[in-house]
C-alpha cells in the first residue's frame, strides 16, 4: 500500500458525460501528478500540482483539468467523454515539486466510455 | 529529447530462471533519475528503485539487481531465480528537472510483461 488512495476505482459512463476522479496523496506529500495508462499510449503525465499550485501540463486534453485542494487532495475532471478516453488513470504524490523525489503511485481509477 | 525504451515487450521464463528486463534512455542533461516500477496483474504501479545520474554503483535489493550504465545509457532490471509472483508489467522511467517545463514528471518506457511459469 503506496498510501496515495484514488476513488473511485472503477467508473462505467456514457460519451459526452462528465465525470470526476479524485486523489488523496500519501501524509506529507504536497505534489500531486496524474497519469493517463491506454492501451495505444502507454503511461503519460498528464498534469502536476503542488501545495495547490499548478507546476507542470502533459499531454492533458483541453477537456480535462484538475486542481488541488488546501487540505492536498486533488481531482481530475473530465468532460465531452470520448470513447478513446476509456483508460486507466493514476495519481502519485511525493514530498516536494522536483524530480528528486520518488513517487508513489495510487491503485488508479479505471474509466471506462460506452 | 527525453525517451525511454524497453525493446523486449513480453519475456516468459520458468521458475527459477534468471531473467534481465533492458531499459535504454535518451537525455541530454547530465543530472537526471531512473526508476523502474512493477505493475502486477492487479494493476497497481508499485515502486522498486530509484537512480540519480550521478550514482552508477549497482545495487542489490534480495532477488532484483540493477546496472546502471551510463556509457551505454542503459539501466537493467535482474531479478534472480524468477517465481511466479514476479510475473508482472515492469516499466522503467526517466525524470529530467531540466528539461522544459517538465517539474520532475515521469516519462515512461512502453513496459516488458514477464511471465513467469511454474
Known amino acids: 500500500d503506496s498510501g496515495v488512495t484514488q476513488t473511485p476505482k472503477h467508473l462505467i459512463t456514457a460519451t459526452g458525460q462528465r465525470v470526476t476522479l479524485r486523489c488523496s496523496p500519501r501524509?506529507?506529500?504536497?505534489?500531486v501528478y496524474w497519469y493517463q495508462q491506454s492501451l495505444d499510449q502507454g503511461l503519460q503525465f498528464l498534469i502536476q500540482?503542488?501545495?495547490?499550485?499548478?507546476?507542470a501540463k502533459g499531454n492533458i486534453l483541453e477537456r480535462f483539468s484538475a486542481q488541488q485542494f488546501p487540505d492536498l487532495h486533488s481531482e481530475l475532471n473530465l468532460s465531452s467523454l470520448e470513447l478513446g478516453d476509456s483508460a486507466l488513470y493514476f495519481c502519485?504524490?511525493?514530498?516536494?515539486?522536483?524530480?528528486?523525489?520518488?513517487?508513489?503511485f495510487g491503485p488508479g481509477t479505471r474509466l471506462t466510455v460506452l | 529529447a527525453q525517451k525511454v525504451t524497453q525493446a523486449q515487450t513480453e519475456i516468459s521464463v520458468v521458475e527459477k530462471e534468471d531473467v534481465t528486463l533492458d531499459c535504454v534512455y535518451e537525455?541530454?542533461?547530465?543530472?537526471?533519475?531512473l526508476f523502474w516500477y512493477k505493475q502486477p496483474p492487479s494493476g497497481e504501479l508499485v515502486f522498486l528503485i530509484r537512480?540519480?545520474?550521478?550514482?552508477?554503483q549497482n545495487e542489490i535489493s534480495g532477488r532484483y539487481s540493477w546496472n546502471f550504465q551510463k556509457s551505454t545509457s542503459s539501466f537493467n532490471f535482474t531479478i534472480t531465480a524468477s517465481q511466479v509472483v514476479d510475473s508482472a508489467v515492469y516499466f522503467c522511467?526517466?525524470?529530467?528537472?531540466?528539461?522544459?517545463?517538465?517539474?520532475?514528471?515521469?516519462?515512461f518506457g512502453k513496459g516488458t510483461k514477464l511471465s513467469v511459469k511454474p
Open positions: 537525455t541530454r542533461d547530465t543530472t537526471y533519475y
Open positions: 500540482y503542488y501545495n495547490g499550485e499548478e507546476r
Open positions: 522511467a526517466l525524470s529530467d528537472p531540466n528539461y522544459g517545463g517538465s517539474q520532475g514528471n515521469l516519462i
Open positions: 537512480r540519480n545520474s550521478f550514482d552508477e
Open positions: 501524509s506529507g506529500d504536497l505534489s
Open positions: 502519485a504524490s511525493s514530498e516536494r515539486e522536483g524530480s528528486t523525489d520518488t513517487q508513489y
